[in-house]
């Protein structure tokens, strides 16, 4: 197990000093560009390496199980200072964001949008109670928590959202680069983008708050700290939507839709 961290730890450095050594990068298609940052090509590298053809000898002791689990498990304290320096980016800005701020709670009914629209498009392809867990947030630490205490892992509902939070996490941040640019081309404000990319995922609000900045230099700290103060504000208040308003609504839509299913 030492023997197979101590590899983890030099691969890791190895990806982030080759997805820095290329950097930002834009693609222009039409008249809208789209900014790649560093954090994505690390995402797409060590998704390409981790495909079981590649998974051979020193590969294989590198995405080991042990390894795997070891940084499932731990993500959250990389984290912690990351959301350290987005409570200092909110500091300089609070008097013009206590301005908007009814604006940043109007945006917490958003978290219903994975139940309102989510929902009938899970049970239309199939899915049953797997739906529960999938459909509750973006299958983050708050949802995964209470469906895991709610219903077990083991469990079908949570079976749903393990997939959603496993899927959120390998391509959730590579999603949300991608796409800020998109909509920021399309006339949407950075300000507005900057709040909406507060969704209770560090790395995904990381990924669309950069691409903004890549793009807006000059707007970087109003960014930042619309961004950090959704973020914040989505953690703290997201966890009541989800129990007050998200759960009955989905438990209420969901009979609606599957009758006789207990």
Avoid: H
């Amino acid at each position: 197990m030492k023997k197979n961290f101590i590899l983890l730890l030099v691969f890791a450095v190895f990806v982030i000093s080759v997805a820095e050594w290329i950097g930002f990068q834009t693609i222009s298609i039409g008249s809208v560009s789209i900014t790649l940052l560093p954090l994505v090509f690390a995402i797409l590298i060590t998704m390409f390496l981790a495909m079981k053809v590649f998974r051979v000898g020193l590969m294989k002791k590198i995405y080991s199980k042990e390894n795997v689990s070891f940084a499932s498990k731990y993500l959250i304290f990389i984290m912690l200072p990351l959301m350290a320096r987005y409570g200092a980016d909110v500091a300089p800005q609070i008097k013009e964001i206590l301005q908007v701020g009814w604006v940043f709670i109007i945006q917490e009914l958003g978290n219903l949008g994975t139940v309102l629209i989510g929902l009938p498009i899970a049970i239309w392809i199939g899915l049953r109670r797997e739906a529960i867990g999938a459909t509750l947030g973006i299958g983050r630490e708050g949802e995964l928590a209470y469906i895991s205490e709610k219903y077990t892992l083991e469990s079908k509902e949570g079976r749903g959202v393990l997939s959603l939070y496993i899927i959120g996490t390998l391509f959730g941040a590579l999603f949300f680069s991608v796409f800020a640019p998109i909509l920021l081309d399309m006339g949407l404000r950075p300000e507005a983008l900057a709040m909406a990319a507060g969704v209770g995922s560090s790395s995904m609000m990381t990924g669309a708050a950069s691409t903004l900045v890549a793009r807006l230099p000059e707007m970087e700290s109003t960014i930042l700290s619309y961004a950090a103060a959704s973020q914040l504000l989505t953690s703290f208040l997201g966890t009541f939507t989800m129990i007050f308003l998200a759960v009955p609504l989905q438990q209420f839509m969901y009979k609606l839709l599957v009758r006789g299913d207990r």
